[in-house]
């Protein structure tokens, strides 16, 4: 039986908690901040997880960090313990070996016995399952801001043991117009793209100017990890295949975006187990998985993950999209990055990966510079390809030598 409460109330549940309890909540931009804030009151010590926690979480002494997907919330800290995994184990890894003893949801308005998860279904049941499974603790922060999703996201409300109304706004994310680097990169990977083809693309200035180069196209679908604007900018145009929902684990994006996803059937969310399946994603027909990457190097690795001894994010969906995309009929990896590091000032086409490979086996890699094309050519081929028509033109000569050096007889 699902419990109203008010915040004082909540506080004393989780103040009687034992130990120092493991808390999982929301995350990407739908973390539910006043339920945060009550645990952050009321209990003394506790590990938080969240994927891709935003700046604003709880930080003090006391609250440590957990995640398999460092977001900027969490990114550098000192009591941050990073879990490496695959997005679609994820849920298994709650079940585990981070079973949790709280669960804090983010949730539109209770209707009909259920509550939506919205914007963010991602490994949310999974772990609800899990804390259940133990006797913990489900509590949803229900907000009339937040929109009402199906699919996954629909959860009984009787799997809700305290619930809290709440209202505010949510987080939205702008994104910026992109950069002559950014768009050059867009439409070289859009040239890739077939009309009716079935795309996965993640969040940032290279996605969204793919997705700007793709009006022109009609019959696309998208089966991905997340969507965010760009979605709704093909809808617009008439570019998505209409008997073929949208299909995603969690969006973000702006106060539009929100407002196109409340209550449509064109959108399914789902299960980050569903999703990011690869066998799921093999069964999509001619699936494009464009990704990107920190660095990349000549056998055609790439490094998504860390920035020196720093791990900058993690594997996210990247792993499974890219196994999966290589599997559809027709489909292909792709991951697109720009040639030049400008802050850093240096190439990120490197002879040989240093820190950890994310991926590897793609079938292009996509720079401001061209398209080198990596399927089914063997090592050599490979690394002429990215040597030729990826990396910049001031790094070749120093790649070439080490190339070299490594074993690569390149010209």
Known sequence: MTRTVTEPQLARVLGALPGTPRIVASGNFAAPRRLLAVADAAVAEFRLFMLNAQPGIPD??????????????????????????????????????????????????????????????????AAVEAVRARGGIVVAQANAAMPVTYGDAQLPLDAVDYLLEADEPLAAHAAAAPDATSAAIGDRVAALIPAAATLQLGIGAIPDATLGALLDRRGLRIWSEMFSDGALTLEKAGCLERDTPVTASFCFGSAELYDWVDRNPRVRMLRTE?????????????????????????????????????????????????????????GHAIIALRSWHPKADVSAVVPLLTGPVTSFQHSYIVTEQGTARIWGRDSVEQAQEILGHAAHPDARPGLRDAGRGLGLPLR
């Open 60 to 125: 003090r002494d006391g609250v440590g960090y957990e995640t398999p997907f460092v977001g900027p919330g969490m990114r550098g800290h000192p009591r941050l313990r990073y879990f490496p995994c695959r997005l679609s184990l994820v849920p298994a890894l709650l079940r585990q070996r981070l079973r949790p003893d709280v669960v804090l949801l983010h949730t539109a308005r209770p209707s009909g016995g259920t509550v939506s998860l919205g914007v963010e279904v991602n490994v949310l049941p």
């Open 274 to 330: 569903k999703t990011n399946d690869p066998a799921a994603i093999a069964a999509q027909p001619a699936l494009f998985s464009v990704n990107s990457a920190l660095q990349v190097d000549l056998f055609a690795q790439a490094n998504a993950s860390r920035v020196g001894t720093r791990t900058h994010s993690g594997f996210g969906g990247q792993t499974d999209f890219i196994v999966g995309a290589m599997h559809s009929p027709g």
